[in-house]
């Protein structure tokens, strides 16, 4: 029977993989193979000429031969003999090379390739070795914990599905931990019935210090494969040391430098061993005696006097103590006056913020209005813009959070005082009368005419700043009149009045319509007797030819018309 041609593939595969040595003395050849892979065995005998077929058998363990493949000459007739573990796994190639697919570990045989003639027999024997690397070891059942000076199983190393047999080591940090009074190991193997694979466990007994903290153990397994020997590692483990407390130490919480009153401290009490201690004596200032706790203990609010000592200690072990001491800081601060306080203008206000701490160098602000001032406000004569919101505010730097305010309202009050001013536009048509007011509470204005009592409502206000503001109008008046200012507030009502008089630009103007007037009807008489000389004239001047014509001859009156009429031209 002819191998397929995937058949053929898995051939090439298994001569690739497997390693076929010929090694020297008695003419035994080997083949070692790796288990589930293909055996490849040349017959390693030359063909004769003469021929009849060739066969394979292999030897059990009693020398008895078990025939397994037969091939006639012709290379056409295969025959594979009825052997159950070999069903279906053979074949025969035309050169009388057997392959035996899915190796196993019975596999492990000595056969025999026979090419039989009519006169001889010739038979070339093949030994075949298979191999199985063993999984990746692992350590399990790991102890929970290791307790220093006690021999401990610390767990198991396990190596299972290999073949033939193999080692297994551990290692303590990478160092190898040869068997002594700490490290004792004992060796388990077992062998699969079936598959003939063995499962090898080695159990590790050992006395731990506490070196051993954060120390990785780990554990190979050696093993012989076709090309010799390996090592395959295990993961690393790390395990749990359990030793005694051998130190007691005491912490403050928050850190004990920044604690203030108010705060809540927590005192925590721990010890080096491990497991660690679950419970503590704890001492606090004044009381010999230990208040049993875990271990933390909690003091809420605390206040200056909780300055002072406190100790911890083992519940069983008292000797084992530790300490540490607790400042408590506080900060006080006195603002005189404080609240809201009401003073008059010009009073005299002294005021004082007074600071007590547990460390000298508190730094003091002020602030108004929440502005920061420069210095200390002080006031020998109070002004309106002295009013406001005063906050003296202290802390201390070296404490987080520890700081005090305490703040002052300051209302500076005032009877309304009134400055009335005038000006007058540069075009002389109108006059502004400005009214200063001052006072606190805000004072209301109001404007009225003296003598008809009307009140001026069109005006005009600036904004109202440290207690001052003013009050405006425009008028444009035809006639004098006296304007009042009156101003009022909660504690009095002031009132201030002002003469203004008329227009003076406008009694110019009408001077000068007069004038103008005037000039024009001067100049219109002007003319009318101008008008009136010249016609007399011209009557007259008619008259006297009509003179001339009737009395030509008399020459003497001539002359004295003509000297009359130049006259009258005079």
Not at 550 to 560: C, P, Q
């Amino acid at each position: 029977m002819a191998p397929t041609a995937a058949h053929s593939c898995r051939l090439v595969v298994s001569l690739l993989i497997s390693a076929a040595v010929l090694r020297p003395g008695f003419g035994l050849y080997t083949v070692n193979s790796v288990y589930g892979d293909t055996i490849v065995m040349p017959c390693r005998l030359e063909v004769p000429q003469t021929l009849m077929f060739g066969k394979w058998k292999y030897e059990k363990p009693d020398g008895s031969p078990v025939f397994i493949a037969f091939r006639s000459s012709t290379r056409k007739h295969v025959q594979y003999d009825q052997v159950p573990e070999y069903k279906d796994r053979l074949s025969l190639s035309e050169n009388y090379t057997l392959s035996i697919s899915h190796a196993r570990i019975s596999d492990e045989k000595r056969f025999v390739c026979m090419l039989v003639t009519e006169d001889d027999v010739f038979e070339a024997p093949t030994v075949v070795k298979v191999f199985k690397q063993p999984s990746k070891p692992e350590i399990v059942n790991k102890a929970q914990f290791l307790e220093t000076e006690q021999l401990k199983k610390l767990g198991e190393c396990v190596s299972k599905d290999s073949y033939p047999d193999v080692n297994i080591t551990w290692y303590r940090n990478g160092k190898t931990l040869d068997p002594s009074e700490d490290v004792v190991t004992t060796l388990q193997r077992q062998v699969d019935p079936v598959t003939q694979l063995s499962t090898v466990t080695s159990s590790l007994m050992y006395k731990t210090t506490k070196n051993d903290i954060k120390i990785p153990f780990t554990c190979s397994v050696t093993y012989y494969g076709p090309s010799g020997q390996k090592t395959i590692y295990s993961d690393q483990a790390f395990f749990d040391i359990y030793y005694p407390t051998e130190k007691v130490t005491i912490h403050i919480l928050p850190p004990k430098n920044s604690i203030k009153e108010g705060d809540n401290i927590t005192l925590k009490c721990l010890g080096n061993g491990n497991p660690p201690p679950e419970e503590f004596l704890f001492y606090l200032p004044g009381q010999p005696e230990g208040i049993r706790s875990s271990n933390t203990y909690v003091l809420t609010d605390v206040r200056r006097n909780a300055t002072g000592d406190y100790k911890c200690s083992l519940i069983d072990e008292k000797s084992m103590i530790a300490a540490t001491t607790i400042t408590v800081h506080y900060l006080d601060l006195s603002l005189n006056p404080s609240g809201e306080v009401t003073k008059q203008i010009g009073d005299a206000f002294p005021v004082s913020c007074t600071i007590s701490s547990s460390i000298k160098n508190a730094t003091v602000v002020w602030l108004k209005d929440n502005t920061k001032l420069r210095s200390r406000p002080s006031f020998s004569s109070l002004q309106y813009q002295d009013a406001g919101n005063y906050v003296c505010e202290t802390n201390l730097q070296e404490v987080e959070g520890l700081k005090k305010r305490e703040s002052l309202t300051l209302i500076v009050e005032g009877k309304p005082q009134i400055k009335m001013t005038k000006k007058t536009d540069p075009n002389g048509l109108s006059k502004t009368i400005i009214c200063h007011v001052e006072g606190f509470p805000k004072p209301a204005v109001q404007w009225t005419i003296t003598g008809s009592g009307s009140v001026i409502n069109q005006t005009e206000e600036s904004p109202y700043i440290n207690g001052r503001y003013y009050s405006k109008i425009i008028i444009s008046p035809e006639e004098n009149v006296t304007l009042t200012c009156t101003a009022e507030n909660q504690l009095e009502r002031t009132v201030n009045s002002l003469n203004v008089s008329a227009n003076e630009n406008k009694e110019k103007v009408n001077d000068q319509a007069k004038l103008i007037v005037g000039i024009v009807v001067g100049l219109l008489l002007a003319a009318l007797v101008a008008g009136i000389v010249y016609w007399l004239y011209m009557k007259k001047s008619k008259t006297a030819s009509k003179h001339v014509n009737k009395d030509l001859g008399n020459m003497e009156e001539n002359k004295k018309l003509e000297e009359n009429n130049h006259k009258t031209e005079a």
